[in-house]
Protein backbone atom coordinates (compact mmCIF):
# COMPACT_ATOMS: atom_id res chain seq x y z
CA UNK A 1 0.00 0.00 0.00
CA UNK A 2 1.05 3.02 -0.78
CA UNK A 3 2.37 5.50 1.83
CA UNK A 4 -0.41 8.45 1.29
CA UNK A 5 -2.86 5.56 1.43
CA UNK A 6 -1.73 4.13 4.86
CA UNK A 7 -1.64 7.83 6.14
CA UNK A 8 -5.21 8.25 5.21
CA UNK A 9 -6.34 5.05 6.74
CA UNK A 10 -4.43 5.62 9.39
CA UNK A 11 -6.11 9.29 9.43
CA UNK A 12 -9.64 7.77 9.16
CA UNK A 13 -8.92 5.57 12.22
CA UNK A 14 -7.90 8.53 14.26
CA UNK A 15 -11.98 10.18 13.05
CA UNK A 16 -13.14 7.03 13.87
CA UNK A 17 -11.53 7.06 17.36
CA UNK A 18 -12.45 10.99 17.86
CA UNK A 19 -16.16 10.86 16.99
CA UNK A 20 -16.85 7.60 19.28
CA UNK A 21 -14.98 9.30 22.15
CA UNK A 22 -17.17 12.38 21.44
CA UNK A 23 -20.31 9.77 22.10
CA UNK A 24 -21.40 9.53 18.25
CA UNK A 25 -22.51 5.84 17.09
CA UNK A 26 -20.59 4.57 13.73
CA UNK A 27 -23.15 3.23 11.60
CA UNK A 28 -20.83 2.58 8.55
CA UNK A 29 -17.60 3.28 7.17
CA UNK A 30 -16.50 3.63 3.60
CA UNK A 31 -20.09 2.90 2.55
CA UNK A 32 -20.45 2.99 -1.50
CA UNK A 33 -23.00 3.67 -4.00
CA UNK A 34 -21.69 2.93 -7.32
CA UNK A 35 -18.25 5.04 -7.56
CA UNK A 36 -19.48 7.46 -4.53
CA UNK A 37 -18.25 6.95 -0.97
CA UNK A 38 -19.42 7.77 2.20
CA UNK A 39 -16.56 7.94 4.70
CA UNK A 40 -18.14 7.85 7.62
CA UNK A 41 -22.10 7.79 8.54
CA UNK A 42 -22.73 8.06 12.28
CA UNK A 43 -25.79 9.28 14.67
CA UNK A 44 -25.56 11.51 17.44
CA UNK A 45 -28.73 13.52 19.39
CA UNK A 46 -31.45 12.60 16.27
CA UNK A 47 -29.36 13.47 13.61
CA UNK A 48 -27.51 11.40 11.14
CA UNK A 49 -24.29 13.10 10.25
CA UNK A 50 -22.38 12.12 6.64
CA UNK A 51 -18.40 12.83 7.66
CA UNK A 52 -15.53 13.18 4.57
CA UNK A 53 -12.49 12.92 6.34
CA UNK A 54 -9.49 14.61 4.86
CA UNK A 55 -5.65 14.04 6.00
CA UNK A 56 -2.92 15.21 5.24
CA UNK A 57 0.95 15.06 6.97
CA UNK A 58 1.08 18.96 6.89
CA UNK A 59 -0.54 22.15 5.04
CA UNK A 60 1.90 23.02 3.14
CA UNK A 61 0.28 23.03 -0.40
CA UNK A 62 -3.23 23.77 1.01
CA UNK A 63 -5.53 23.32 3.80
CA UNK A 64 -6.66 19.51 3.67
CA UNK A 65 -10.45 21.09 3.87
CA UNK A 66 -9.84 22.62 0.57
CA UNK A 67 -9.75 19.05 -0.92
CA UNK A 68 -14.02 18.93 -0.63
CA UNK A 69 -14.84 20.61 -4.06
CA UNK A 70 -17.80 21.05 -4.91
CA UNK A 71 -17.77 18.11 -7.04
CA UNK A 72 -17.34 16.18 -3.79
CA UNK A 73 -19.87 18.00 -1.99
CA UNK A 74 -22.12 16.85 -4.69
CA UNK A 75 -21.03 13.15 -4.78
CA UNK A 76 -21.54 13.17 -1.19
CA UNK A 77 -24.82 14.52 -1.42
CA UNK A 78 -26.00 11.69 -3.80
CA UNK A 79 -24.31 9.41 -2.04
CA UNK A 80 -26.32 10.63 1.51
CA UNK A 81 -29.40 10.93 -0.56
CA UNK A 82 -29.09 6.98 -1.71
CA UNK A 83 -28.14 5.90 2.12
CA UNK A 84 -31.22 7.81 3.61
CA UNK A 85 -33.35 6.43 0.83
CA UNK A 86 -31.80 2.55 1.25
CA UNK A 87 -32.17 2.28 5.42
CA UNK A 88 -35.19 4.66 5.20
CA UNK A 89 -33.96 6.63 7.74
CA UNK A 90 -35.56 9.80 9.17
CA UNK A 91 -33.27 12.23 11.02
CA UNK A 92 -31.76 15.43 9.97
CA UNK A 93 -28.88 14.94 7.92
CA UNK A 94 -25.64 16.86 9.02
CA UNK A 95 -22.36 16.87 6.38
CA UNK A 96 -19.26 17.41 8.23
CA UNK A 97 -15.66 17.54 7.52
CA UNK A 98 -12.79 16.15 10.02
CA UNK A 99 -9.31 17.33 9.15
CA UNK A 100 -6.24 15.04 10.46
CA UNK A 101 -2.91 16.70 10.20
CA UNK A 102 0.23 15.22 11.10
CA UNK A 103 1.46 11.84 11.42
CA UNK A 104 0.77 8.96 12.97
CA UNK A 105 0.28 9.18 16.91
CA UNK A 106 0.49 12.43 16.79
CA UNK A 107 -2.03 13.71 14.67
CA UNK A 108 -3.96 16.86 15.24
CA UNK A 109 -7.79 16.31 14.59
CA UNK A 110 -10.48 19.53 13.43
CA UNK A 111 -14.19 19.04 13.38
CA UNK A 112 -16.27 21.11 11.32
CA UNK A 113 -19.63 20.46 12.23
CA UNK A 114 -22.50 21.92 9.21
CA UNK A 115 -19.26 22.02 7.23
CA UNK A 116 -21.87 22.81 4.11
CA UNK A 117 -25.33 22.36 3.30
CA UNK A 118 -27.33 20.44 0.86
CA UNK A 119 -29.47 21.61 -2.15
CA UNK A 120 -30.99 18.09 -1.90
CA UNK A 121 -32.47 17.67 1.65
Known amino acids: ?69 PKKIKNIMLAAHSYLNKYQVDLEPRFDIITVMGQRNCFHINHLENAFDSPIF
Do not use: C
Open 1 to 69: MAEHNKLGQAGEEEAVQYLIDNNYIILHRNWRTGSKELDIVAKKEGEIVFVEVKTRSNEYFAKPEDAVT
